[in-house]
């Protein structure tokens, strides 16, 4: 029986389906349900009982605020909710409809405007994409895999559980994903973004106490050359880099067996295909210097976003591919290498992707604010930090931070406010996101 252990409860991959089994009798035939995804054996449980009840399943931050919880039950057309294993129905649900059939999961990610948008996610997206991973990481039964990740990203849940159980190895998640939680494992493969492998970098111990393991993996932002550099002499590896959204699931990855090179991500998983198109919407050469925005096709990139025909069609060419934002440059070998993001507007921090426009709209939603800019601005252990610059009249800072954390979950919330006077503006009248902070 392959051990399952979830922040320090055991199991294993079967009494997971037995209680799975249980559960989706009560999920049958719903539209949608939404699992508060705590990292916990309920949790996943629910997860893989709307699976085997063919219901789509919304998995939904533990962290969110209620205004958060209540755009994505109301946009998923959530009937049922779970929480610590409790069945809820959703009162006065089902107004708007669900997912399409054959909808696996749901993930909610941040658009450069507006609330987050819906990413329905196939049963056959998922089972292609890891076995894509599986390949491209030599991932087997033998693997245990260890990360402490959250459970409602593809990173955390995708890839952290439903690719342990496809692969049918065994899975220990931390908790958090802590340096100590991570040495104290013992696992052959770990996952983490990039801020967990600073931090692992930054405690010897912890680092050198992952030369035991078989890989290291890192994505959902770029690693820094810094990290890289300092795992690859206290964990005697450096991580592979692989690269993918929330819409594409995993899309590119550095293999298993192949030297490590800074700052690439490697070649397509599965049946992707990627090209790069430059301003004028020409093919850029992959020569291993031009450089355009990235797109991608394949099982693993999604049909369309949930109820959103105008984003959706904004987000494909016409013939078809779809349009990540990313920029990046392709060499001749076909190995990608992601050198920024076609709008400032989209800040990772941490790895989490935060819309600007949704931490803009939640303080422009206190009445003594008049105009807001957030940009994302180099942080050396998230990568980017959320920071705002809001031009108001008699509130202070910390009025504004407590503001906005009843709003937007805390990882989305500014880590710093400036008031100024006025935002930086362009001849029309256009703010200059890019002058801020000069
Ligand atoms: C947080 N804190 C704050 C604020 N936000 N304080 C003031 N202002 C704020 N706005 C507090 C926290 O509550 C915490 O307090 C302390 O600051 C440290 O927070 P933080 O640095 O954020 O550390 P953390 O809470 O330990 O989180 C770091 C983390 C986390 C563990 C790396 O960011 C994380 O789990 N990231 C993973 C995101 C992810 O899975 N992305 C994948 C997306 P206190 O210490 O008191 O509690 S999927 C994807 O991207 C694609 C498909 C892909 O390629 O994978
Ligand atoms: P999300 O939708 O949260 O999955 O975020 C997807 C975005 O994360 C992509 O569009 C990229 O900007 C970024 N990303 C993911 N992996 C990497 C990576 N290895 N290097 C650089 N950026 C990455």
């Not at 984003?311 to 060499?331: L, M």
Request: charged share 20%; proline share 5%.
């Amino acid at each position: 029986m392959t051990s399952v252990v979830i922040a320090g409860t055991a199991t294993s991959w079967d009494e997971l389906d037995v209680a799975a089994e249980a559960m989706a009798a009560r999920l049958a035939g719903a539209a949608a349900v939404a699992v508060i995804m705590h990292a916990s054996i309920d949790a996943v449980t629910a997860v893989l009982a709307g699976l085997a009840a063919g219901v789509p399943v919304v998995p939904v931050s533990p962290d969110s605020t209620p205004a958060e919880l209540r755009h994505l039950l109301a946009d998923s057309g959530s009937v049922l909710l779970v929480d610590d294993g409790e069945v809820t129905d959703l009162p006065g649900a089902g107004d708007r409809p669900g997912p399409a059939p054959g909808t696996a999961l749901l993930l909610y990610t941040s658009g450069t405007t507006g609330r987050p948008k819906g990413v329905p996610i196939s049963h056959g997206a998922i089972e292609h994409g890891i076995e894509g991973l599986a390949e491209a990481w030599q991932w087997d039964p033998d693997d245990t895999l260890v990360h402490g990740l959250p459970l409602y990203h593809v990173h955390g849940l995708v890839l952290g559980v439903l690719g342990a159980r496809q692969v049918g190895c065994r899975l220990h998640h931390t908790g958090r994903p802590t340096p100590a939680a991570y040495a104290a494992a013992g696992g052959s493969l770990y996952f983490g973004v990039p801020t967990v492998w600073t931090r692992v970098a930054r405690d010897e111990s912890a680092a050198r106490a992952l030369r035991g393991a078989r890989l290291l993996v890192s994505g959902s932002a770029a690693l820094p050359l810094g990290t890289f550099t300092a795992l690859g002499s206290l964990a005697g590896q450096s991580p592979i880099e692989r690269y993918g959204m929330t819409e594409t699931l995993i899309t590119l990855s550095a293999r298993a067996t192949e030297r490590r090179i800074q700052g690439t991500v490697g070649q397509p998983v599965g049946d992707v295909s990627t090209r790069l198109t430059g301003d004028d919407g020409g093919l850029v050469a992959a020569d291993g210097e031009s450089i355009g925005e990235l797109e991608v096709r394949g099982r693993s990139v999604f049909a369309g976003y949930l109820g959103r025909p105008e984003a959706t069609a904004s987000a494909f060419t016409s013939d078809g591919w779809f349009r990540t934002g990313d920029i990046a440059c392709v060499g001749n070998d076909g190995v990608h290498r992601i050198v920024g993001r076609a709008s400032t507007d989209l800040i990772k921090s941490g790895g989490y992707r935060i819309g600007a426009g949704e931490v803009e709209d939640a303080l422009l939603d206190h009445p003594a604010v008049d105009e807001v800019a957030v940009v994302g601005e180099p942080d050396d252990d998230l990568g980017q930090c959320v920071v705002a610059y809001v031009v108001a009249m008699g509130v202070t800072a910390d009025e504004l931070a407590a503001h906005a954390a009843q709003r937007i979950a805390r990882h989305k919330c500014p880590r710093r406010i400036h008031l100024v006077d006025a935002l930086p503006r362009n001849a029309m009248g256009k703010v200059e996101k890019t002058r801020l902070g000069l």
